[in-house]
T-cell receptor, first 114, second 113 residues
Framework: EADIYQTPRYLVIGTGKKITLECSQT?????MYWYQQDPGMELHLIHY?????STEKGDLSSESTVSRIRTEHFPLTLESARPSHTSQYLC????WGQGKDTQYFGPGTRLTVL | GENVEQHPSTLSVQEGDSAVIKCTYS??????FPWYKQELGKGPQLIID?????GEKKDQRIAVTLNKTAKHFSLHITETQPEDSAVYFC????????????FGAGTRLFVKA
């Protein structure tokens, strides 16, 4: 079983609040990812990182930001939450290199913005 | 852009029957094809994967087949059990200087007891 953790698991918050979703992995993986999963199940890549000090935007435009100061930690921040941010957020990690691209997912954070 | 199409979006089978989920990819550079199972309230978990130098791979009741010429790959679950009920995702990954993994839209599988 993969060692990747997300906190909180559930969060209900009011509009305008700043929130940070935490993601940590203990596998020493270089690559990390954030996905937004809509009620229709589909996974949308919103951010990823190749390693420390690397952050890239994904395919789906997002008002969130990420940082990668430590290999094991990849937090996602929303400066001002809105109801449209209500969703499931999944963090994942993988090794870097040919033949090492399996992604391992955390349990997810269910965010509800009122 | 590159994409992965997954069918069906919903599949209902009787316990003990087989279930087949099919995916088609567009990027001919794709060489790694993982399948994930997502249970309610959890993140997706890898259940089986296949690389482009292999045509078929089996792990107990689960098998994956790959047809690179047709850009098709499929997940086969035999002797389905109620605990197989979940959402299944296929994905295709290509290494072109950096990895690009594209997920299918998911299949919700119901196994009726």
């Amino acid at each position: 079983e993969a060692d990747i953790y997300q906190t909180p698991r559930y969060l209900v918050i009011g509009t305008g609040k700043k929130i940070t979703l935490e993601c940590s992995q203990t596998m020493g993986h270089d690559k990390m990812y954030w996905y937004q999963q809509d009620p229709g199940m589909e996974l949308h890549l919103i951010h990823y990182s190749y390693g420390v000090n690397s952050t890239e935007k994904g395919d789906l435009s997002s008002e969130s930001t990420v940082s990668r100061i430590r290999t094991e930690h990849f937090p996602l921040t929303l400066e001002s939450a809105r109801p449209s941010h209500t969703s499931q957020y999944l963090c994942a990690s993988s090794e870097w290199g040919q033949g090492k691209d399996t992604q391992y997912f955390g349990p997810g954070t269910r965010l509800t913005v009122l | 852009g590159e994409n992965v199409e997954q069918h069906p979006s919903t599949l209902s089978v009787q316990e003990g029957d087989s279930a087949v989920i099919k995916c088609t990819y567009s990027d001919s550079a794709s060489n790694y094809f993982p399948w994930y199972k997502q249970e309610l309230g959890k993140g997706p978990q890898l259940i089986i994967d296949i690389r482009s130098n292999v045509g078929e791979k089996k792990d107990q009741r689960i098998a994956v087949t790959l047809n690179k010429t047709a850009k098709h790959f499929s997940l086969h679950i035999t002797e389905t059990q109620p605990e197989d009920s979940a959402v299944y995702f296929c994905a295709a990954s290509a290494y072109t200087g950096g990895f690009k993994t594209i997920f299918g839209a998911g299949t919700r599988l119901f196994v009726k007891a």
